[in-house]
């Protein structure tokens, strides 16, 4: 709420008991949350409703819920899509740390050869992984093409040399 203006809209994919939808009421921001356990939801309606219109309101009447079988299946669908989606996540992540718990081990067994395999291996050395990584490929490819063009003009002979 710290961040959002007047008329904004606030997302809360956890309502709760509907905390951050009685604060967008009170401070005039458009609220959207989301809950999946029933017993929550049904503390949210109460809670909005009575903020709104009073204690001892019919909230049950005032804050219908979407019973229909049309948009239960549409909750399923929903539901079912997000285990879904949940699970690749969980693949892609073990997938992910797999590849580089290889590339880690591999990476321990090779020595560099040529000083600027040696450059690019002490770049990938320290804290600031992303950046020397990056500086590390930048760096094997400048001389990847340099070996290419090298190679087009030896027409079969002569020797590389990188420095």
Same mark, same amino acid.
């Given at each position: 709420?710290?961040?959002?203006?007047?008329?904004?809209?606030?997302?809360?994919?956890?309502?709760?008991?509907?905390?951050?939808?009685?604060?967008?009421?009170?401070?005039?921001?458009?609220?959207?949350?989301?809950?999946?356990?029933?017993?929550?939801?049904?503390?949210?309606?109460?809670?909005?409703?009575?903020?709104?219109?009073?204690?001892?309101?019919?909230?049950?009447?005032?804050?219908?819920? &979407?019973?229909?079988?049309? %948009? @239960?299946?549409?909750? *399923?669908? $929903?539901?079912?899509?997000?285990? /879904?989606?949940? +699970?690749?996540?969980?693949?892609?992540?073990?997938?992910?740390?797999?590849?580089?718990?290889?590339?880690?081990?591999?990476?321990?067994?090779?020595?560099?050869?040529?000083?600027?395999?040696?450059?690019?291996?002490?770049?990938?050395?320290?804290?600031?992984?992303?950046?020397?990584?990056?500086? &590390?490929?930048?760096?094997? %490819? @400048?001389?990847?093409? *340099?070996? $290419?063009?090298?190679?087009?003009? /030896?027409?079969? +002979?002569?020797?590389?040399?990188?420095?």
């Amino acid at each position: 709420m710290r961040y959002a203006k007047h008329n904004d809209v606030v997302l809360d994919t956890f309502g709760g008991s509907g905390s951050t939808l009685i604060a967008c009421e009170q401070t005039g921001r458009v609220c959207r949350t989301m809950e999946l356990d029933p017993k929550y939801c049904d503390v949210i309606r109460r809670r909005w409703a009575e903020f709104v219109h009073g204690e001892g309101c019919d909230w049950q009447t005032l804050t219908p819920t &979407a019973d229909t079988g049309e %948009e @239960k299946d549409r909750i *399923k669908k $929903a539901q079912e899509a997000y285990s /879904m989606a949940e +699970g690749l996540v969980d693949k892609y992540a073990a997938k992910l740390r797999s590849a580089q718990d290889e590339t880690r081990r591999q990476a321990g067994s090779v020595k560099p050869q040529g000083s600027f395999y040696a450059r690019a291996a002490s770049a990938l050395r320290g804290n600031m992984m992303e950046q020397r990584m990056f500086q &590390a490929t930048q760096e094997i %490819e @400048k001389h990847t093409k *340099k070996t $290419a063009e090298l190679l087009k003009n /030896m027409d079969g +002979g002569g020797s590389l040399t990188f420095q």
